[in-house]
């Protein structure tokens, strides 16, 4: 197998067996970076010589014998929202583009302690605002499978890294989605964990009730090592769980023998591209062969999902991005006459379409005499929707079905619906408003080419069983090998 | 024509923590702009808050201490606004379910109570602070973060008061309980303790309340009694000539004595509350409520009214005496040294509290300690000095805080009780002024207080006075 094309647990198997040197690895990595990355345009910021000085550090730690981290040697990108003590974390916005935080986030922290090696930061839609990372004020990522397409979003470009060997795991983060459908898109792993598994302090926020980072990986091993390094309670974030952290990858090889599959019925109705439908459905023979039973169930609040996420993300988002305003860092208009004047071009001048758009509706959610029809009445909704999974786990072990009802869309082709857009992510965002864990695994090809991912959802907490379930279907199939077909002279 | 005036108050109280409400920042008083600021205070991109907890039992404790109820599930709201001093451009309040609801505090007017209700008290986060720039036609303001954060509890009364008199004790009342309880240093010079007002007049008779105008800016208790006779003349003279009053905010303006409109009720900001999603809720159970009820001490007034039944106090020797927790705490101290209650309210609340005056001192750090002061009494009834030398080797006590033995040694103040010592020197007095001893034989009473005088100094008023006059007596022949 060509190197760069490995998964994470096998160029550190490598690195750790001395086969080949952690600085030779990087090398090689940036040299196919200045290849492949001008036409797939995954990274805001590109980290190269702190990742070479962190290799040879870890060269030499092997050297000497001396103990390193669960993640010693592997390259990971990281979504630009997430911080990053001294390097740039833009949010893909002019907003923040000169902005370098003096702090990192608790999963960044915890990478570096793992001696995990740092590559870059990904691009996204604005604020981690979008399905499509079209929004992005810097760049358009593609899909790696076919660059006229989308590589879905927000966590677009964590995803098209990874796809197309341009990192070897990386880290995104959702909202409603954002994790899932860019790796069913891409034909990568991501997992969403449980809502206060990872802590939050770092991630720049969104619609902070539902917000999570996730992991963007090759396969599921290598997902069950990056989240159990990202995972577990942190004094920073009051919401993070003090829910203690298993060995994900211990008993992952258990199967599913047994195992109860609920497949929900809304999930399955109109606006579900064929080729999607048959190749979930095709993967659920594949359960059944190895000893899951299928069950049938509904999610009867499922079709207000989507109105609920759009006034309680945006609701959120209204507040959270309000803090953008000049004073203390970040973009700050150049021709302001009084701070009324000041808050208004900066910010006019700072956010996208797409990002105004969103706060002027979280705004109108809140305001005095529509917060009880709007935020509250989708407060309440949530809980139902919450309800819905309650009783079905109290009947099934997990839930399985398509993480996107389409593959990759072409680039342009949704940017001015907006509407068209929000129901990328149908299928993904009932698991936000629930707070529950979800994978998105690849589970076949469309006509065009283009990956299929299927989503597997199960209780709070449960990320172990998840990745079980998941890697199960993975072993028994080679949709994870496949690889886009880049034109590339360093492999 | 006549109306009533119609007051209620809004107090903040900075909480006496010494960590930030939701970072690990200091919360000492004037640092060097933006050096007590971290990433969560600044209201940085990805940052998080976390709730003190200890300013949280601040704020319970106050709304106990205030007759409150209080909501077992409690949570925090952001109040949105820009403002450049809010950095994150929302504050994190309490709207929905405040910390303490329906309270009541009684207050004192020359003896007579009345109860003013408290209609809710709440913990949120202070702001930061503009600095405006000296040079005139500066283009530009500062931000001082350093106060931004810092726990901030928010008492807010019910339109119960209806003279400055009131207002007055309220504020005095509510200070006193802030002090007792430990929660507020209750500097008013350093913003720790702020007031607004709200003001509606109504026609004597009437129940309907009238549009209620808000003052904001008051600096000082006497500025918030200023605003608020200000305020009832401006309304009754517009009232008087038929026209209405608005529902607005005024700012006072000290220097000028006057206010004037900031905005109108129609510009009044939309806060659009919502519940904080970055905080868990925080529920109080039965344990830790009655752990809080059991560390609030007996609050002033109250002691105040024992200190009259127990100690046969006047009622106002008693009220300077519960003016101020520590003055209370010695003063009951002394007595469980000694039972002279009058004794020792008579030193503290007329000498100590001038020497406090003239040396401008803190009261909370004070030399002169309970027991100190209980010798002392101790020394003049048994006649070792007299009440006059008393007074000097008190002012000495406070200033270096040594015993009054040591300083009635060191400055050998005793009192001379030996009969031939006073003696010789009455002798003297006499043998040198014959002309007075003239004067007193034909019947001029005064002449023997100048002459007990004449001996007290050459004394330098050690001499026992009581012996001193007699021996006198008994010399010029009675
Ligand atoms: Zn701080």
Redesign the pocket.
């Known amino acids: 197998m060509r190197l760069l094309e490995s998964t994470a647990l096998q160029i550190q198997e490598k690195i750790l067996s001395k086969e080949i040197r952690a600085k030779d690895v990087i090398k090689l990595f940036f040299e196919r970076m200045k290849d492949i990355e001008p036409h797939v345009q995954a990274y805001i910021t590109i980290n190269e010589e702190d990742a070479i000085k962190k290799a040879t550090e870890i060269d030499k730690k092997l050297e000497r014998n001396e103990k390193l981290g669960l993640l010693a040697g592997i390259p990971i990108a990281i979504k630009d929202n997430i911080c990053t003590k001294n390097l740039h974390t833009t949010c893909a916005s002019k907003i923040l583009k000169n902005f370098i935080p003096p702090y990192d986030a608790f999963a960044v922290k915890r990478l570096k302690e793992e001696d995990a090696i740092i590559v870059g930061k990904t691009n996204l839609d604005e604020f981690a605002m979008g399905s499509s990372t079209e929004n992005s004020s810097f760049k358009i990522t593609r899909n790696p499978w076919n660059y006229n397409y989308v590589p879905g979003g927000s966590s677009g470009g964590s995803t098209a890294a990874v796809a197309a060997d341009l990192s070897f795991m990386a880290l995104g983060s959702e909202t409603g989605g954002s994790v899932r459908q860019p790796a069913a898109l891409c034909g990568v792993v991501g997992v969403k964990p449980t809502y206060g598994r990872v802590s939050r302090y770092g991630l720049v926020a969104f619609g902070s009730s539902l917000d999570q980072i996730g992991t963007v990986t090759k396969d599921v091993r290598d997902a069950a090592v990056l989240l159990r390094v990202i995972a577990g309670h942190d004094l920073h974030d009051s919401t993070s769980a003090q829910v203690p952290v298993p060995d994900y990858s211990n008993g992952i090889d258990s199967g599913v023998d047994g195992l109860k599959i609920g497949i929900p019925k809304e999930y399955f109705a109109g606006g579900l591209n064929k080729d999607v439908d048959n190749a979930v459905k095709d993967a659920l023979k594949i359960y059944k062969q190895l000893g899951a039973k299928i069950v049938d169930i509904s999610l009867p609040h499922t079709e207000y999902a989507v109105a609920v996420y759009y006034i309680v993300a945006n609701a959120e988002a209204s507040s959270n991005l309000a803090r953008y305003d000049g004073v203390r860092y970040g973009y700050r208009t150049d021709r302001a006459s009084g701070i009324v004047d000041m808050y208004c071009r900066t910010r006019s001048e700072g956010f996208g379409n797409e990002v105004k758009r969103r706060i002027m509706l979280g705004n109108y959610a809140l305001s005095s005499g529509y917060y009880d029809a709007y935020y509250l009445k989708a407060s309440k909704v949530r809980s139902l929707i919450k309800k819905d999974f309650d009783i079905a786990f109290e009947k099934v072990d997990c839930i399985i079905c398509p993480t996107s009802p389409v593959p990759a869309f072409k680039i342009g082709e949704r940017a001015n619906n907006p509407l068209e857009m929000y129901l990328s992510d149908i299928y993904t965002i009932p698991a936000n408003l629930a707070g529950i864990p979800g994978i998105s695994i690849p589970c076949g090809f469309s006509k065009e080419g283009l990956p299929i991912g299927m989503q597997i959802l199960a209780r709070h907490f449960e990320e172990k069983k998840l990745l079980q379930i998941a890697y199960t279907f993975e072993r028994k199939t080679d949709f994870h090998l496949k690889k886009p077909a880049l034109k590339a002279s360093v492999v | 024509m006549e109306y009533e005036v119609v007051i209620g108050l809004e107090t903040h109280a900075e909480l006496a923590t010494i960590t930030?409400l939701f970072?690990?920042?200091s919360t000492q008083f004037g640092a060097e702009p933006n050096t007590q600021?971290?990433p969560?205070?600044l209201g940085m991109p990805g940052v998080l808050p976390v709730m003190n907890k200890k300013a949280f039992e601040y704020a319970l404790k106050a709304a106990v201490a205030l007759n409150c109820e209080i909501n077992r599930f409690t949570n925090f709201d952001r109040k949105s606004y820009y403002y450049p001093d809010l950095p994150k451009n929302y504050q994190i309040s309490q709207n929905y379910y405040n910390l303490g609801i329906n309270g009541c505090m009684n207050i004192d007017l020359n003896g007579n109570r009345k109860t003013i209700r408290i209609h809710n008290v709440h913990l949120e986060e202070e702001a930061g602070k503009l600095i405006h720039p000296e040079e005139t036609g500066a283009d530009y303001s500062l931000v001082d973060f350093n106060r931004a954060?810092v726990p901030l509890l928010e008492i807010v009364s019910y339109p119960d008061m209806r003279t400055v008199d009131e207002v007055d004790s309220y504020m005095q009342t509510l200070r006193k309980i802030l002090l007792y309880t430990e929660v507020s240093d209750c500097k008013m010079q350093e913003g720790s303790l702020r007031f607004e007002a709200s003001i509606s007049l109504r026609k004597k008779g009437i129940d309907k309340l009238g549009n209620r105008v808000e003052i904001k800016n008051l600096n000082s208790m006497k500025s918030v009694i200023k605003a608020i006779e200000y305020e009832a003349i401006r309304q009754s003279a517009l009232l008087d000539k038929g026209e209405t009053i608005d529902r607005e905010t005024r700012l006072w303006d000290e220097v000028n004595g006057k206010s004037a409109r900031m905005r109108s009720k129609e510009e009044s900001q939309d806060y659009r509350y919502f519940p904080e999603p970055d905080l868990l809720p925080v529920l109080i159970d039965e344990k830790w409520l009655s752990a809080i009820k059991n560390s609030i001490p007996e609050l002033p007034l109250a002691r105040k009214q024992r200190f009259v039944e127990a100690f046969k106090l006047s009622d106002y020797d008693a009220s300077i005496l519960t003016e101020e927790k520590v003055l209370a705490d010695s003063f009951e101290e002394c007595v469980k040294i000694m039972d002279r209650p009058k004794a020792f309210s008579n030193w503290i609340t007329n000498d100590l509290l001038r020497e406090v005056k003239d040396r401008k001192l803190d009261i909370n750090s004070l030399q002169i300690k309970p027991k100190q002061l209980a010798l002392l009494v101790e020394i003049v009834e048994k006649g070792t000095i007299s009440s006059t030398i008393a007074k000097e080797v008190f002012s000495e006590m406070v200033q270096t805080g040594k015993d009054p033995q040591k300083i009635i040694e060191e400055k050998g103040l005793t009192q001379i009780s030996d009969e031939g010592l006073i003696e010789a020197v009455i002798d003297k007095i006499i043998a040198s002024n014959p002309s007075v001893i003239e004067d007193y034989k034909k019947g001029k009473k005064n002449a023997l207080a100048f002459l007990v005088g004449q001996v007290m100094k050459e004394t330098k008023g050690k001499a026992n006075p009581k012996m001193v006059n007699e021996l006198l007596k008994g010399k010029v022949g009675i």
């Open positions: 930030k970072c690990g920042c600021v971290c969560v205070c954060g």
